[in-house]
């Protein structure tokens, strides 16, 4: 069965830095998609960063990039210059190729102060 | 990004009622819609999949009979919450996901749902 294992449960960064929120995986595929999504206080879920197994580069949306290690079924996303609307839950996910069911991880809470 | 509505976003109801949500793809077809019910500060936990014209897939531990899903079009699919209690009191979210390949879900609002 496929895992998604969040080992932060929570995480505060200042303003303008730049914080790291880890994730690693657990499957037998080798073809899947990973996702990091935000939920803010809303709670409407926000899609930040896709990732296709079969590609190397790491993907990159303006202030978020991730490090994707396939060997070692790492997914980590880095938010560079954080702002203070980046405050929210953070969850990454796991999608296996031929399906479209998400598996998600705990979420890490993420803070950022002034 | 396409748009999926869900309503309501809030409801109170009491012990022994249902209660409907609804969830719709305003402006793209949907194959698949996913039911998620999220307790506070926890991750979601998929209740179960919707697939047009078919019955509902329930993961384990769900109970089909309490929670009832229709998905009667290719932009609608409801969750019926039957004779509500207050441990069915969460927040209750729908994504669905467009055809294809490249599929991607977008997500509801929620709803959060207290019975009393």
């Known amino acids: 069965a496929q895992t998604v294992t969040q080992s932060q449960p929570e995480m505060s960064v200042q303003e303008a830095e730049t914080v790291t929120l880890s994730c690693t995986y657990d499957t037998s595929e080798s073809n899947y998609y990973l996702f990091w999504y935000k939920q803010p206080p809303s709670r409407q879920m926000i899609l930040v960063i896709r990732q296709e197994a079969y590609k190397q580069q790491n993907a990159t949306e303006n202030r978020f990039s991730v490090n994707f290690q396939k060997a070692a079924k790492s997914f980590s996303l880095k938010i560079s210059d954080s702002q203070l609307g980046d405050t929210a839950m953070y969850f990454c996910a796991f999608r296996p190729y031929n399906t479209d069911k998400l598996i998600f991880g705990t979420g890490t809470r993420l803070q950022v102060f002034p | 990004g396409a748009v999926v509505s869900q309503h309501p976003s809030w409801v109170i109801c009491k012990s022994g009622t249902s209660v409907k949500i609804e969830c719709r793809s305003l402006?793209?077809?949907?194959?698949?819609m996913f039911w998620y019910r999220q307790f506070p500060k926890q991750s979601l936990m998929l209740m179960a999949t919707s697939n047009e014209g078919s019955k509902a897939t329930y993961e384990q531990g769900v109970e089909k009979d309490k929670f009832l899903i229709n998905h009667a079009s290719l932009t609608l699919s409801t969750l019926t919450v039957t004779s509500a209690h207050p441990e069915d009191s969460s927040f209750y979210i729908c994504?669905?996901?467009?055809?294809?390949?490249?599929?991607?879900?977008?997500f509801g609002q929620g709803t959060r749902l207290t019975v009393v």
């Open positions: 402006d793209f077809q949907a194959t698949t």
């Open positions: 994504s669905a996901s467009t055809a294809g390949e490249h599929t991607e879900a977008f």
